[in-house]
Structure formats: C-alpha cells, structure tokens
C-alpha cells in the first residue's frame, strides 16, 4: 500500500492525523486538473470548472448525506470556522459552549470574536481518562447557562484523538433550541458520516485528511436555515452578484477570485480509490491495528490508555500521554534520529504522542517505535 502513496520511504509516518497523504493515483488527477486550468484558464475558471465543482460537491454530498448546494470547499476546517464565528450573531454576554479538548487555531478565532463581541468561550473541562459516553455528556453540559447560544465541538479531537459523542449532543441541543457547530476535521472516510442523520446546523470536514485528496480542500456544511445569516470572508464577484444563481450562499462563498481550485475536484476520484482498493477494509485492519497496540506503547510509557480501548472512542488515531521534559526536543530527535514523524503535544498541562494508523503503516513500524522509545529512554532524559 505504501508504494500507491508519495510518501519518502525512509521516514516512518505515523503522523497522517495532522496533513494527510495523497495516494499517487488521486495526485494525478489534481495535476490533470492544474493541467487543464492552466491550459485552457479563462473557460475552465469561469465555465467548465465550476460545473466540475458541482459535480465535486455532488460526489461529496452523496458520500456524507447531504444536498451538494448545502457544501461549500473551502481550503482547510480554520477558513470554514472563521467564515461561521465571524458571521454569526454574537451578542454581549452569549456563550459558546465547548469543551477544553478543541483545535488551537479554532479556539483562537472564537476567542478573538468574543473579546470583540463581549461574548464568552466556555471550555467546559473533559476529564481525563474518558471513562464513559455518560460521564461525558455529563460533565459537558454542567457548562449549558441560561446565556449558551451556541454548542460548538470536535467529533474527533486533534491533541487527545478522542471520538466524541456529537450525536448525543446535538440531539439534546435541538431540544433546548441551540445552535451546533461541529468541528469534523478528522472525521470524513475515517469514521462513519451521515449529516442527515447527525443533523447539525454547521459541520465543517478536511478532505484532505482521512479521505486522501491533495492538501487546501475542505468542506463547510451549513443547514439551509442559517446560510443567509453568514457574510462571506472575502467580499468578491459573488456578493451583490450581476448574475445570481439561486443559492446566496453558494454565490457568496464559493467563488473567491483567482485560485487554483484543483484540490476540490479530486474529491470524485478519491471516491474510486477507496472502492478499487477495498478501503473499508483498510480501516477496520488499521482500527484493530491501534486496538492491539495503543495499551502496549501506553504500558512502555508507563502509562495507560485515556479512554476505553474501543471503536466508540477510537478511531485510527490515539494519544497516549508521555512523560518528558521538552516536547519540542523529543519531536525533533524522533525525527532527526530515528526517521519517525510523529506528533508530541501539550494540552491543559499534559503532554501526549498521537499515532496514526494509515493503510501504508505496519505493526512493525509501531514495534520500530517500541524499540525507539526505549532507546531514547536509555540514552537521554527526555522520556522519564
Ligand atoms: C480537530 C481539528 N480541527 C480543525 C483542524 C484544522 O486544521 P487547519 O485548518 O489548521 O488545517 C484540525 C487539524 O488537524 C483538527 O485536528
């Protein structure tokens, strides 16, 4: 399988959470497209590309359940937070209510309205080992007030890895009358997703994470009943358009001047890729891949699993916290030294190494990392 993938085989990459990796197959096709956009610019950025764009967002509404006209690309999961926070209305006073597991760049952009708006972020704390669904959604909506507008979280979190229960909470959140923003960046062909069923106000995805297309395409869902309510980031040729097309929402977001939109067209391709190489499969090898080694790595950091070892919290991606004195340095020397790119991160006041599991890794690249680990522990002081 690695060999159908870009990726250099002298590092062991058990880094896919962070940016993906394209398989040679859907790469080719991106650079079709560049191709034709290069050679023939004027039709395809003002005609035939904007079919190919709906045809796109047709493929990816199919495979996630959703009208293609509710989708918008968008180059990562920050812009598609950035386009909600800034245009939903924030009052003096209204909360946001979220959990302490979020993205870094997205807890950013909310605190950065609400210092602006007098609104507040509320990071309702998720203990640490997750023990249960129950105790979750317990200790998460101890944060709902009287002032909660809006419910924003991740289905699958970055730094802990963690599947959260959205369902759960969006369907309470509909009963109080609240607005649900999910943070999906993770969770596109890596976890079942059906936004009908899900039914969130807002959801954003990353393509270009667990669904394998080239880097910059991603996706903004935003239920019909709110798409009039959000301006577009980049006021351009669609806002006040001379010719509208019947969706609003459409003609204010998704065309933003000159730009290479190829990434989003591959979306079609990837699609074949997972049926010609039986990806379902994939997933469950590389699930149970984690399963049988998520305990063994934790025991070798003297430490244990943060969540049942199950497919209801766990995906392709775990986090396992890690004693040691400098983050940065113990990144760098995996990198530098053993040729392993993989993330070690703080998150409120701990410090966790997060494993992807992709089609291309193995059991013995994780041994390769058992063995690593070891070695660094009898050499340096940065793991203790
Ligand atoms: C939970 C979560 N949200 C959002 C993102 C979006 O990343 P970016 O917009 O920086 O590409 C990521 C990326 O890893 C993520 O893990």
């Known amino acids: 399988m690695k060999n159908k993938f870009l990726l250099n085989p002298e590092i062991t990459h058990?880094?896919?959470?962070?940016?993906?990796?394209?398989?040679?197959?859907?790469?080719?096709?991106?650079?079709?497209?560049?191709?034709?956009?290069?050679?023939?610019?004027?039709?395809?950025?003002?005609?035939?590309?904007?079919?190919?764009?709906?045809?796109?967002?047709?493929?990816?509404?199919?495979?996630?359940?959703?009208?293609?006209?509710?989708?918008?690309?968008?180059?990562?999961?920050?812009?598609?937070?950035?386009?909600?926070?800034?245009?939903?209305?924030?009052?003096?006073?209204?909360?946001?209510?979220?959990?302490?597991?979020?993205?870094?760049?997205?807890?950013?952009?909310?605190?950065?309205?609400?210092?602006?708006?007098?609104?507040?972020?509320?990071?309702?704390?998720?203990?640490?080992?997750?023990?249960?669904?129950?105790?979750?959604?317990?200790?998460?909506?101890?944060?709902?007030?009287?002032?909660?507008?809006?419910?924003?979280?991740?289905?699958?979190?970055?730094?802990?890895?963690?599947?959260?229960?959205?369902?759960?909470?969006?369907?309470?959140?509909?009963e109080l009358g609240l607005t649900t923003i999910i943070d999906g960046a993770h969770v596109p062909n890596h976890i079942p997703l059906n936004l009908k069923e899900l039914n969130p106000d807002i959801y954003t995805g990353a393509c270009h994470k667990w669904m394998l297309t080239p880097k910059g395409s991603s996706f903004l869902y935003v239920s019909k009943a709110l798409q009039d309510q959000l301006d577009p980031l980049v006021i351009s040729w669609g806002y006040d358009a001379e010719h509208p097309s019947n969706s609003k929402y459409q003609d204010y977001h998704q065309y933003q001047g000159t730009r290479d939109f190829s990434a989003f067209l591959t979306i079609p391709k990837a699609l074949q890729f997972f049926k010609e190489n039986d990806w379902e499969t994939k997933k469950k090898e590389c699930r149970d891949l984690l399963k049988h080694y998520y305990p063994i790595v934790a025991n070798e950091l003297g430490k244990k699993p943060i969540c049942p070892v199950t497919n209801e919290f766990l995906g392709q991606i775990c986090s396992i916290p890690i004693n040691t004195s400098d983050n940065i340095a113990l990144h760098d020397l995996l990198y530098d030294k053993y040729k392993i790119e993989i993330p070690v991160f703080k998150l409120n006041d701990s410090t966790y190494i997060r494993i992807s599991f992709q089609a291309y890794n193995s059991g013995h690249e994780i041994e390769y990392l058992l063995d690593s680990i070891k070695d660094i522990k009898s050499t340096t002081n940065l793991i203790y």
């Open 14 to 174: 058990l880094n896919h959470g962070s940016f993906g990796a394209c398989p040679k197959s859907i790469f080719e096709d991106y650079q079709k497209w560049q191709l034709e956009l290069e050679r023939n610019t004027v039709q395809f950025i003002t005609k035939t590309g904007e079919d190919q764009l709906k045809i796109a967002k047709q493929a990816l509404g199919h495979f996630i359940n959703c009208d293609w006209d509710d989708l918008i690309y968008v180059t990562n999961p920050t812009t598609a937070m950035n386009i909600v926070i800034k245009g939903l209305e924030l009052n003096e006073g209204d909360e946001i209510l979220t959990t302490n597991h979020e993205y870094g760049a997205i807890d950013r952009t909310w605190k950065y309205y609400c210092a602006k708006t007098g609104s507040k972020y509320v990071q309702q704390n998720i203990s640490i080992p997750i023990q249960s669904k129950e105790k979750f959604l317990t200790e998460f909506w101890l944060g709902l007030t009287p002032k909660t507008k809006y419910i924003f979280l991740s289905q699958i979190t970055s730094s802990t890895a963690l599947i959260f229960p959205v369902k759960e909470i969006c369907d309470k959140a509909k």
